[in-house]
């Protein structure tokens, strides 16, 4: 079993930064893919942004130039850097891996952004 521990949510300004981290119980090169997805109130989940294992990134549209997918290797952790938060980016973020099939969520962080 895939353990995922996210870290960096919170409450922001529209237009601050905030920077989520997912470290994974094992190394990530076992995965697909890794990647972030969120659900505000009232919606569905949806994807964010993924980085596969050759290291090929994957936007939604809502958020193509302000966000940004990375990870660390030797620290088995993936990383959405956020800029220029809007209100309608508040929600609670899930880091999501995929392994042959098998999908692994985190148990989700909240960004809030309000002024």
């Known amino acids: 079993q895939v353990q995922l521990v996210e870290s960096g949510g919170g409450l922001v300004q529209p237009g601050g930064s905030l920077r989520l981290s997912c470290t994974a119980s094992e190394n990530i090169f076992n995965f697909n893919s890794m990647g972030w997805y969120r659900q505000a109130p009232g919606k569905q989940r949806e994807l964010v942004a993924s980085?596969?294992?050759?290291?090929?990134?994957n936007y939604s549209r809502s958020v193509k130039g302000r966000f940004t997918i990375s990870r660390d290797n030797a620290k088995n952790t993936v990383y959405l850097q956020m800029n220029s938060l809007k209100p309608e980016d508040t929600a609670v973020y899930y880091c999501?891996?995929?392994?042959?099939?098998?999908?692994?969520w985190g148990q989700g962080t909240q960004v809030t952004v309000s002024s």
């Open positions: 999501h891996v995929a392994r042959y099939g098998d999908d692994y």
């Open positions: 980085i596969d294992v050759g290291g090929t990134t």
